[in-house]
């Protein structure tokens, strides 16, 4: 102290000065020696220079001292700062010590980016790196060393630590790590301000677990250091000693057992130095429960979970829990988890789960509709009634912009009532906020609803201004219903396209065809339209833009559950008809035509008229009134078997504007076509699922069908047949789950012919309200169809004869208004252009159409204005004789079975008369309503007389009340006061008319037994034919019959030669029809040669009329 | 650009025409409150004459005079003047005497009063002159700028009349209840109750004869402007067209459909009428409602509606919704 006195003011020292005492309190003495003299010192000499200095104490945000000029300097000064406690920055080297110690325990707990890499010194130095060589001479002293390396020097050996790939520390033999001075820790919680701290001051960065299991595992390390407890030296006696603090610091938790890494070689090389062996080792991450698991609705069972990953800040924020607290997967917490490594949205295989970033939950723009409630069927959430009118004075419906990812977790009820709608009115324009209230799974016993919103601005080229006509059909679920459909068209009003998920199939098409009215053709090419199979009912549709791209959902509304366990079976009666089809239901004893209730779920609120009509042309219609016509559509069809996707029913508008004839996917004559056969398959297995999810909707167990066929079907029809349907309700007990059972050929109480059926009808129907006006004592049933008229004879409700006849309202009406269309143009006041156009089946299908919409009320106001008009007339006796005819034949039936003694009552039978075809019996009546005062009945009566010999008595001829319901009300009419029903004796057809076949001549009352191959049809002489219409025409003279004339240049004659040109023509026309008549038997629809000869009359007579009117 | 200049031209005509209301109005009323406040400066001679008889002035007006003549006519009832009588005149005498001096008094104060009120009223009549001449002057001014902007105005109108070929004006009864509606039903429409939004359409041009004109000029030259007088937004009902494939002479019904593609107008004669929406694109299924509201001729794609006639609707009082009464008549131009 003396000798600084003497020291100029102006000098500068370049130590500073000594402390009081000089460092003998730790036993240091260190005096100045002379100036000017070197000394020898023991090496120990300049660290006790350093210890006796008196420097003034760091400050907090001193973190390093960089006035050691020497290439280990680091590691030095935190030996220093580790070996010496008064060393300057100490405080803070240890809080670095510490944090690299942390990190390096907590890497795989935390997923921390930290590799080691060996360096050795002498190999480098060998090689001839320059700077190693430095190192390596420059080596630093071994004095505080914590370890040795079999004889080498510890020094030469270290691991350097990289982060991210780049350098951030070092192994240290005398303070085990040493962090680098300007290490970049980016990521690591305790590195702040470029500066690495102790893991839990002054921020607590560890939850409880892990200070549990960082405590346990420096425990290791330092058991590392002093295995045995024994004395040891100094440095390790000062790290140890650290550890401990570090420990303590740690708090005494004890929550968590220590596991280490199963790793070995966790930081990519094997730790193997001394006590770093237990640096080797990290901390083990322990799998637990994830925080951030989206929790699926009740009924949902993902096969995979669905992790949420949130934004980090935004989750501790909103959970006040810190981010190694919120368990992401597996052993990973939000601390430790690389964004990287999860997908935006989707699988992550590694972890067999599904992810979805917090970003990507809502969509990045808002696409919304401007009209009110856009979808009806869909679910909106609350706040709606903010956005009525909205923008620009209208209101809005927006498509939710969330990820459709959630659909898999969450029903649509649940989703919808986590979100809602805020309006925002800002100087910027308007905005709507979606705020989502998720529920994940959350931290033990902590509630884990987790809120996330999104603003978005209204933009206008987000706007949609119509939405496309969107359907589901049925609108039920079921445990067992797995086919359910959707509908898609826009018309091309630039709206949006949609995806569902799980389609099973899908047909896209473009609009087909084009939509007739009657002075235009509008081609349907500018629409877009999907039909979809699925196998159950979506929760959501995907809405996309014009490229495909996500622009929200539409989610729908969960339908009525419905049952098939505990309803009661229903009887379903199915008349397939040649040009209407009708079903009959009974059910708890009631039997009533089916009402086919719309099943569809209506998603969008498309304009009605786009709608309804989108509904007819390209899906299931939402109105079927019954009888359907028996049409099918395939529009959109890909030519497969697929039903509704290929084939439909279709519900045919009017007259005007069905054309059966240029719309090739228009296809009538599905019962007889041999070529329809896949129509008619898709016609019936629609009709199938139509009538089964009318069942499955009313909660019905099974269905039992009961089917008929006309006797006119040869055995090849009817097996074909039944075996169609057996089929075809097979397949969709697979997919509906509701029991159908289906009659076999052999079964007459289920499936049984025409005629048997509306035999029924007639006998055990009652309307309600009152009894049945019918009774089959005596009496014959005519059940006159498109195609066949089928015919029963009754004795004592014993079923005398059954037959079919091809004789029906084809024969009886279409045909002679299709040679003569102009007939509607002048009495219907309807352009004939495109019907001159229609052939054969097509014309008689428009005419059906046409006369179901337009008859009745013809009739009742215009038939008999136009009475007297000769064309009018020239049909009525057309038609009339055809009836007459028809009747003439049930004549000689009751003759021919009286002879066989199998009809015993030498008397005429009243008429019961059904089916579409018995409606024509109106046009020959006055006033358009057939009845038994009419001159038509009796002329029909004398017919019956004069054919079988009986005396006439005047019979009625009844129509059913209900023409077209009788067949299928009768299949479900089980218990019958009539007999025979279940007959299955062969009744062949008696023939009316002598004829010959392979030569064999035989009589007129012959039962027409054929088998083999028929190679020789004839009818040598048209003597009933004649009889017949001698008598027709005897009639109308006897009874003066005024509303009908006779044929014009008819001669009543029994001369052989009289009327020689008509039956000459007619003989040639029938001719014709014999040619068809060959073959296999069994595939022959066998006619009667009375009815060919009638219908070749009526040919004859038809075109004559028509030539006049042309 | 031009229709905001109008509008801001109209804004301009108001306030001017009400500054110079204001002022006239000011002007009327101050003239009359002149009037009535000069009144009173007659007031004291009309005040005093019943009883001015001795006027200091010496002139008495008729209605003065009036009394003195009934008191006149009583006199030869008098007769035989009996001492009490003498002391009661005496009496009378003296309270007239003291009552003439109080009159002087006050007809001295009155004239000295009317003096003052003259020259008040003098002075009023300088200013009144003056206001006058300042207000004639205003009014030419305004009178002017009122002539220039109804010039600027009708420059605006022809404008817009070229730019949409004929002529903007619309008369319809902006949404307004036509008479004959029906029995008690309230009129139940969302946007019914509405105001008209501006008062510049003109009345029907002497050319138009029916009451649809005017719907029809606007729909095929300025639709916007329609837009403010629609009724209802309306659509053909579902169960219409179910009813209609059924048979194609079934009647069509229009209901109010937030996806609309109708708008519903009253016209002069009141009656309900059906125009297209203005953006109405034709789709081959719309094409049939269209078909069924108005007769037209063969559509060609891409083109548009002209309307020539809208369709007369009637309301259903039972379902609130609406009947097709008589088809329309649309044309379709490219």
């Not at chain 1, 240890?94 to 980016?113: D, K, N, T």
């Not at chain 1, 609803?449 to 209204?458: F, I, W």
Request: with cysteine.
């Amino acid at each position: 102290m003396t000798e600084s006195s003497k020291i100029p003011q102006s000098s500068h020292f370049f130590l500073p000065k000594l402390r009081e005492g000089g460092g003998t309190q730790e036993g240091i003495d260190v005096k100045p020696g002379a100036v000017g003299t070197w000394d020898r010192q023991s090496r120990a000499a300049f660290q006790h220079v350093a210890s006796s200095l008196e420097v003034p104490s760091a400050g907090r945000d001193v973190k390093s001292v960089s006035s050691i000029p020497d290439m280990w300097a680091r590691p030095l000064s935190m030996e220093m700062a580790i070996h010496n406690r008064r060393y300057p920055i100490r405080a803070q080297m240890i809080e670095q010590w510490q944090g690299m110690l942390a990190a390096i325990a907590l890497a795989e707990v935390r997923g921390f980016p930290l590799k080691a890499m060996l360096v050795e010194l002498e190999a480098e130095k060998e090689k001839g790196d320059a700077f190693a060589r430095s190192l390596y001479e420059l080596r630093p002293s071994t004095q505080n060393c914590l370890y040795e390396l079999n004889g080498r020097h510890p020094w030469q050996d270290v691991y350097v630590f990289l982060w991210n790939g780049r350098s951030i520390g070092m192994s240290s033999p005398s303070t085990l790590v040493c962090p680098s001075e300007e290490g970049s820790w980016v990521g690591l919680p305790w590195w702040s301000g470029g500066r690495l701290r102790s893991p839990v001051s002054p921020v607590d960065h560890l939850n409880q677990d892990e200070k549990s299991q960082l405590r346990q595992w420096l425990e290791i390390v330092r058991q590392e250091l002093n295995p045995m407890g024994q004395t040891v030296g100094k440095a390790v006696n000062e790290v140890t000693g650290l550890l401990g603090e570090f420990q303590n610091s740690l708090g005494n938790v004890s929550s968590q057992t220590l596991k280490r890494s199963a790793d070995t070689r966790f930081f990519g090389v094997n730790i193997i130095q001394g006590p770093l062996r237990a640096l080797n080792t990290p901390i083990q991450a322990i799998p637990q429960d994830s925080s951030v698991r989206v929790m699926p609705s009740v009924g949902k069972t993902p096969s995979q979970d669905l992790l949420l990953i949130p934004e980090a800040h935004q989750i501790m924020r909103e959970w006040r829990e810190p981010a190694q607290s919120i368990w992401i997967h597996g052993a990973i917490n939000l601390a430790a988890l690389k964004l990287e490594d999860v997908p935006r949205s989707g699988d992550v295989p590694r972890w067999g789960v599904k992810a979805l970033r917090e970003a990507d939950v809502f969509l990045p723009e808002l696409s919304f509709i401007t009209q009110a409630s856009a979808f009806p069927g869909g679910l909106m959430p609350k706040g709606m009634e903010f956005l009525t009118e909205f923008y620009e004075g209208k209101s809005i419906t927006p498509l939710l912009p969330l990820n459709p990812l959630l659909m898999e977790y969450l029903t649509p009820e649940d989703l919808v009532s986590m979100v809602q709608i805020q309006r925002i009115d800002q100087a910027s324009g308007l905005q709507v906020e979606f705020i989502l209230d998720l529920r994940l799974s959350g931290i033990k016993g902590k509630d884990g609803v987790y809120r996330m919103a999104k603003t978005y601005p209204l933009k206008k080229e987000n706007a949609i201004a119509e939405v496309p006509v969107l359907e589901l059909w049925p609108n039920f679920r079921s445990d067992t219903w797995k086919e359910y459909y959707a509908f898609y068209y826009d018309p091309n009003l630039e709206t949006f396209q949609v995806q569902f998920a799980k389609a099973q199939e899908t047909h896209s098409f473009k609009g087909v065809g084009s939509f007739h009215y009657p002075n235009y053709s509008f081609p349907d090419n500018e629409s877009n339209c999907q039909i979809l199979q699925l196998t159950e009912f979506p929760s959501f549709i995907d809405c996309r833009g014009k490229n495909q791209q996500p622009i929200g959902l539409i989610l729908l509304k969960t339908p009525k559950e419905v049952g098939t366990t505990t309803g009661i079976p229903w009887k379903v009666g199915v008349d397939f008809g040649t040009s209407f089809t009708n079903i009959y239901v009974k059910r708890s004893g009631i039997v009533e035509r089916l009402s086919i209730e719309s099943l569809h779920h209506k998603v969008t609120e498309s304009s009605g008229e786009i709608r309804q009509t989108a509904l007819y042309e390209y899906f299931i219609a939402s109105s079927m009134e019954l009888p359907l016509s028996t049409v099918l559509t395939t529009r959109g069809s890909k030519g497969e078997t697929l039903p509704v996707l290929d084939g439909r029913i279709y519900i045919p508008r009017d007259s005007t504007t069905f054309k059966p004839n240029t719309d090739d996917w228009i296809r009538p004559n599905l019962k007889w076509s041999a070529e329809s056969l896949n129509f008619n398959r898709l016609f019936l297995k629609h009709l199938i699922l139509q009538i089964t999810a009318q069942a499955v909707a009313n909660s019905v167990k099974e269905i039992q069908w009961a089917l008929s066929y006309p006797s006119a079907f040869s055995k090849t029809d009817r097996n074909k047949y039944v075996k169609n349907w057996r089929d075809l309700t097979l397949a969709v007990q697979e997919t509906t789950g509701l029991t159908q059972t289906c009659p076999t050929l052999d079964n007459p109480t289920n499936y049984r012919t025409e005629s048997l059926a509306i035999a029924q009808y007639f006998a055990d129907f009652e309307l309600p309200g009152r009894k049945s006006q019918f009774d089959l004592v005596n009496s014959t049933c005519i059940d006159i169809g498109g195609g066949t008229s089928d015919i029963s004879i009754w004795e004592e409700n014993r079923l005398v004869h059954q037959c079919s006849v091809q004789l029906a309202g084809k024969d009886l009406f279409s045909q002679f208004i299709q040679m003569n269309p102009g007939f509607l143009e002048r009495m219907f006041k309807v352009k004939i252009d495109e019907w001159r156009k229609l052939q054969g089946f097509q014309f008689y299908v428009k005419l059906d159409v046409f006369m179901r919409r337009e008859s009745v009320g013809w009739l009742q106001n215009r038939r008999d204005m136009v009475a007297e008009e000769p064309e009018f007339q020239g049909l009525m006796q057309l038609m009339t004789l055809g009836v007459a005819g028809l009747y003439y034949y049930v004549g000689l039936l009751l003759k021919a079975l009286a002879a066989e003694g199998k009809y015993k009552t030498p008397e005429i039978t009243p008429v019961f008369t059904g089916g579409n075809g018995s409606r024509l019996l109106n046009w020959l009546a006055e006033g358009g309503e057939f009845n038994r005062h009419c001159e038509a009945n009796d002329l029909f009566s004398a017919m019956l007389s004069g054919a079988s010999g009986f005396e006439d008595i005047d019979v009625e001829t009844k129509l059913s009340p209900l023409p077209k319901d009788e067949v299928a009300c009768g299949l479900v009419l089980d218990e019958s006061h009539l007999k025979g029903l279940d007959k299955r004796d062969e009744d062949p057809l008696i023939a009316g008319e002598a004829f010959s076949i392979n030569g064999e001549l035989l009589d007129w009352n012959a039962r027409m037994r054929l088998s083999g191959t028929i190679e020789d049809f004839e009818v040598p002489e048209l003597t009933a034919l004649k009889h017949f219409v001698d008598s027709y025409h005897r009639t109308l003279d006897l009874q003066r019959v005024e509303g009908i004339d006779p044929f014009k240049g008819y001669v009543v004659s029994e001369e052989s030669d009289a009327n020689a040109e008509l039956w000459r023509t007619t003989a040639r026309e029938l001719k014709k029809s014999l040619l068809r008549l060959r073959g296999n038997a069994d595939d022959i629809r066998v006619e009667p040669p009375f009815i060919l000869g009638l219908k070749a009359l009526l040919q004859v007579l038809g075109k004559r009329w028509a030539d006049e009117w042309k | 650009m031009g229709r905001r200049m109008e509008i801001k031209c109209v804004r301009k005509i108001a306030s001017v025409s009400l500054t110079i209301m204001l002022l006239l109005g000011g002007s009327f009323s101050r003239e009359t409150s002149n009037t009535a406040w000069a009144q009173p400066s007659t007031s004291p001679s009309v005040s005093i004459s019943p009883s001015s008889s001795p006027s200091p002035t010496g002139t008495a007006t008729p209605s003065s005079s009036q009394p003195d003549q009934k008191t006149a006519s009583n006199e030869p009832t008098q007769g035989a003047f009996p001492a009490w009588g003498w002391f009661v005149l005496g009496g009378l005498g003296l309270w007239n005497v003291g009552l003439s001096v109080l009159f002087w008094q006050s007809i001295k104060e009155s004239n000295q009063s009317n003096h003052e009120t003259q020259q008040n009223l003098k002075r009023l009549e300088k200013i009144d002159v003056e206001v006058n001449q300042r207000v004639s002057r205003k009014f030419d001014e305004l009178k002017g700028q009122l002539l220039s902007y109804k010039k600027t105005l009708e420059a605006l109108q022809l404008q817009s009349q070229s730019k949409s070929s004929k002529s903007a004006s619309y008369n319809l009864e902006p949404r307004t209840q036509p008479d004959n509606y029906g029995d008690n039903e309230p009129f139940v429409s969302r946007d019914y109750a509405y105001e008209p939004r501006s008062s510049n359409y003109a009345q029907p041009s002497p050319g138009m004869s029916n009451p649809w004109d005017s719907i029809v000029q606007n729909y095929n030259f300025s639709p916007q402007v329609l837009e403010n007088y629609i009724i209802e937004r309306v659509s053909e009902s579902e169960e219409s067209v179910v009813s209609r494939r059924d048979n194609s002479n079934a009647a069509v019904f229009l209901k109010a459909a937030n996806n609309y593609s109708y708008w519903v107008f009253t016209g002069e004669d009141r009656n309900y009428w059906l125009t297209p929406k203005s953006d109405l694109k034709i789709t081959p299924m719309g094409f049939d409602t269209l078909q069924a509201l108005f007769e037209c001729p063969e559509y060609q794609q891409g083109s548009r509606i002209q309307m020539i006639k809208p369709a007369k609707l009637t309301q259903n009082s039972f379902s609130g919704g609406w009947d097709l009464v008589e088809k329309g008549q649309v044309h379709f131009i490219r």
